[in-house]
């Protein structure tokens, strides 16, 4: 009695085991998808806030009215961050940048004082850009030009949205397939316990008494499978950022907290449901049933 019993409670680990590796794999696969999704978000916040508009300003503007018109600017909603580049400083980038001192052969300093602008993300759109680039305009009558480029606005935003639709239509494949690769693990692991569940029936126990211990195992099953992926996405994000430092700045802890919330909710959610559904299934069956599935 006592090897039965044994051999009982191995086989009930074995099971335990195998249902929340197969589990954790499949919640490591959703989480992946819902970290790119996030991740895209963050990459066009970061692409769109580095797009620069330069503000060229006229020669007869003194600098003490560019700096008054610099933080005109810094006080408008569209405007993340405003640079100043005098004259001189132009002349010395350029000059590092070519390896040789165009006022040399030329006899003055060619280049014009500027702004360089920085938008909010929400703000980085073609339509946004042309009205944003109206009231610049009408701030100073000093201002030459403003030079920006709208081929990469437009393409940056087309490119964002055809990504964004495409990961989550992933999304949504993904976690249908989810939901049947975890349902099936189930499943096979109730499917064992049936004829447990009709004697339990015979004896008079109630359905929830008979659904509380499969429902508490699963329950604990998309809890431990949850941890363990959110262990093994939260060691790649550290790797990744120790490769590249600059990750830091799309990975970010918000992203990672996010994702680790939403693979644990999909864990035990999906684990609990299945359970729920496979076992009300057998519940409702017939002795005779049992015997032909």
């Known amino acids: 009695m006592s090897k039965a019993n044994t051999r009982n409670r191995a086989s009930s680990g074995f099971e335990f085991v195998t249902s929340c590796i197969s589990t954790t794999l499949v919640l490591l696969l959703l989480g992946l998808v819902v970290f790119f999704v996030l991740g895209a978000h963050n990459l066009s916040v970061y692409v769109k806030e580095n797009i620069n508009f330069s503000i060229l300003i006229s020669d007869d ?6 700096l008054k018109l610099q933080k005109r600017l810094d006080q408008e909603p569209f405007v993340k961050q405003t640079e100043y580049i005098s004259k001189k400083q132009a002349l010395r980038e350029q000059t590092e940048a ?3 001192d165009p006022q040399e052969f030329l006899g003055y300093n060619p280049f014009t004082a500027s702004i360089e602008v920085k938008l909010h993300s929400a703000y980085a759109n073609p339509d946004s850009v042309a009205v944003i680039e109206k009231v610049i305009k009408q701030k100073s009558s000093n201002i030459q030009e403003i030079l920006y480029q ?8 087309e490119n964002i949205r055809d990504i964004s639709l495409l990961l989550l239509g992933l999304a949504a494949i993904l976690t249908v397939i989810s939901f049947a690769l975890i349902n099936n693990t189930i499943q096979l692991t109730i499917y064992s316990k049936r004829f447990l569940i009709h004697t339990m029936k015979l004896v008079g126990a109630s359905w929830s008494f008979i659904r509380r211990p499969f429902l508490s195992r699963y329950f604990w099953t998309g809890v431990l499978a949850g941890f363990v992926a959110d262990a093994l996405l939260w060691g790649g994000a550290y790797l990744a950022v120790r490769w590249e430092p600059d990750l830091v700045k799309i990975i970010t802890p918000g992203v990672m907290l996010l994702v680790s919330a939403s693979v644990l909710l999909f864990g035990v959610l999906i684990t609990s449901l299945c359970a729920l559904f496979s076992i009300n299934k057998y519940l409702r069956m017939k002795a005779s049933a049992l015997y032909y599935i």
């Open 98 to 100: 070519m390896g040789t």
């Open 61 to 66: 503007m003194k600098e003490a009215d560019i």
């Open 150 to 157: 709208k081929e990469l606005i437009a393409a940056v935003n």
